[in-house]
């Protein structure tokens, strides 16, 4: 079962990363698809309080999420520079060490996971009366973590062989998965807030169980026992790659709650508003996020191969890609918003209106500063399919000083709305980093182009 295997280290860049983006693209869709029902069978059937409950959890659940995928992520990069190079031997060893290392890293994480869930809560001056219902949300979702790392450890070794089909048709079942049980569990059975978190767990296995039966069909993937044994340069490598990723998300994980700790002081109304556009927030990158993917394994591909100048026709080419598709959600946000919004708001209270108008006021920045975050996800994953996760990092240190900084300020000058700036400052701040680091390496990769050396 190797048909869905892409070499794109020939052909067109722009149609190769493009195609290679679009089941992608399509498998995000189905992402955030029971992410949205999550909200919107919370908020309709449990009402603003959940949430806001939600909400007060949204940040650290996303925490331990960035830091599972930034470690797949990475690991795959080396992977994809193996295939890229065609030494399948290599590949073999690479993926099975890398398994030891997943499997280690998520028991850590879900230890880890539970003994802070309760202070960090209380750090964020998560309010009283929502605090429970955040505790009981993390500790299932920091449960399921094993299950979180299987599903984005095995899609993101298939994305590395250029896969994006089997990723796409795992988060479709996913999705349909989790929307089902939503609705059994917190409408049928009133299980509350904790239903929703079985229900995405559940769903996770499922993908993660789906994609690894496709990777067993994998001729080039069929591991031997020899290829398990420790090799400790090489999980230094994967390590090396993996580490600064999960950092950089990490990072600008902590930096997203200091923003959730200013917003929890602004009252339930204001934090349930900025809840419901944040989730639609993965909504808006869907498309930054799949194109972010393609160019990571197109780069890392023709790093494999030694093939320099298609490195930058690809960026060029992505990036014309990324910010067409940026505009074009913008206009549709603008427009459809409020409409959207109302999937997550019910009533038509005065506290109701309060969230809506929070909710649209933040969803009009994030949509007009749109293009920041597409130019951001093509060139942040260019650089990490270079073999270099160590200047993202930097980037995502940029992302989390403009953030706090942003919320420090804007409040004190504009009130409660400068708060909604935040994730825009973000953006630039990364960017102005990422565009730099972009032509160092670049510049770094102009002597070996002329020499035609390869990375092996």
């Known amino acids: 079962m190797t048909t869905n ?85 290599q590949l073999r060893k690479t993926v099975a060490n890398a398994v030891i290392l997943a499997v280690v890293c998520s028991l850590l994480l879900t230890v880890v996971g539970q003994l802070i869930v309760g202070g960090a809560l209380k750090l964020l001056q998560t309010p009283s009366d929502i605090f429970g219902d955040a505790q009981l949300y993390l500790r299932i979702m920091y449960a399921g973590i094993p299950a979180v790392m299987a599903f984005n450890f095995l899609a993101s ?18 999705s349909c998965t989790n929307i089902a049980l939503d609705l059994v569990f917190v409408g049928g059975l009133d299980t509350g807030i904790g239903g929703a978190a079985v229900a995405t767990v559940i769903a996770q296995c499922c993908s993660a169980i789906f994609c690894f039966l496709r990777i067993r069909k994998i001729e080039i993937l069929h591991l031997k026992k020899s290829d398990f044994a420790i090799n400790m340069n090489l999980c230094k490598i994967l390590l090396r790659l993996g580490s600064p990723m999960a950092f950089q998300n990490g ?40 194109y972010g993917y393609a160019m990571t394994t197109y780069t890392g591909q023709n790093m494999g191969a030694g093939k320099w100048k298609r490195i930058r026709k690809g960026m060029r080419s992505s990036l014309v890609i990324a910010i067409l598709t940026s505009l074009v959600i913008m206009a549709a946000m603008i427009l459809s918003g409020k409409w959207i919004l109302r999937g997550f708001i019910s009533g038509d209270n005065a506290e109701a209106a309060k969230t809506m108008a929070v909710a649209y006021e933040y969803l009009v920045i994030m949509s007009v500063t749109l293009p920041l975050l597409y130019f951001l996800h093509v060139i ?35 009130g409660e709305s400068g708060v909604l700036y935040a994730e825009a400052g973000a953006w630039l701040g990364a960017d102005v980093i990422l565009t730099v680091s972009y032509f160092y390496l670049i510049h770094k990769l102009a002597p070996r182009e002329k020499k035609g050396k390869a990375i092996f």
């Open 157 to 174: 070794i298939l994305r590395a062989l250029g896969d994006g089909r089997t990723p796409l048709y795992a988060m479709a079942i996913s």
């Open 380 to 414: 942040r994953s260019c650089i990490q399919g270079m073999g270099n996760t160590v200047l993202p990092m930097v980037s995502a240190m940029a992302e989390f000083v403009m953030r706090i900084t942003t919320v420090a300020v804007l409040p004190r000058w504009i």
């Open 251 to 290: 990072i600008i994980a902590i930096g997203g709650m200091i923003v959730q700790s200013v917003v929890n002081g602004f009252g339930v109304a204001f934090i349930a508003g900025f809840t419901a556009t944040n989730k639609l927030y993965g909504s808006l990158e869907i498309a930054a996020t799949s």
């Open 5 to 89: 295997l892409k070499n794109m280290t020939e052909g067109k860049p722009g149609k190769l990363i493009f195609s290679f983006a679009m089941p992608l693209m399509v498998g995000n869709v189905f992402q955030q698809l029971y992410t949205v029902v999550d909200a919107m069978v919370v908020g309709q059937i449990l009402g603003v309080a959940a949430m806001a409950a939600l909400g007060a959890a949204d940040w650290m659940n996303w925490m331990m999420l960035a830091i599972v995928q930034g470690l797949a992520q990475g690991f795959s990069i080396r992977m994809a520079q193996e295939f890229g190079a065609r030494n399948f031997e």
